[in-house]
């Protein structure tokens, strides 16, 4: 790959992840595999994560956060400095083709580094 000229190479996935269900015991009898519920939860209270990682160097990036809210909005603007993982709003909390192009310019390294080096860390650091 790098003889064809290719500096970086991202492998990345999303997943959602539920934040919390509204009730937190089941009953069934002990020994049981599957048990099904009428639990009423929201399944779309949660966030979406992108997980990605540079190839080349095997240094896996900040998350990349999708939270629901406006995405140039108040919560937005007051979660720029987080240093834990790159996070951005959308009012779904899907990656919609503005989150796309966000992440795009996150995987470009202009944020990934300025997020690393918030944390303390050198991006892509190897050994100089």
Not at 12 to 31: H, N
Not at 40 to 65: I, Y
Not at 66 to 83: M, R, S
Request: aromatic fraction near 12%; charged fraction near 25%.
């Amino acid at each position: 790959m790098r003889a064809t000229g290719v500096q970086r190479l991202i492998n990345a996935d999303q997943s959602f992840f539920l934040f919390y269900p509204e009730d937190s015991q089941v009953i069934a009898p002990v020994g049981t595999k599957r048990v099904g519920t009428t639990i009423k939860t929201d399944e779309k209270k949660g966030c979406t994560v992108m997980g990605a990682m540079e190839m080349f160097s095997s240094t896996l990036l900040p998350p990349f956060v999708v939270l629901q809210g406006a995405h140039d909005g108040v919560l937005a603007k007051q979660w720029l400095e987080y240093t834990g993982c790159y996070v951005t709003f959308q009012p779904k909390h899907w990656f919609d083709k503005l989150v796309m192009k966000e992440f795009a310019d996150f995987v470009a390294l202009r944020k990934v580094a300025h997020t690393f080096r918030k944390c303390g860390l050198d991006p892509f650091d190897e050994g100089k």
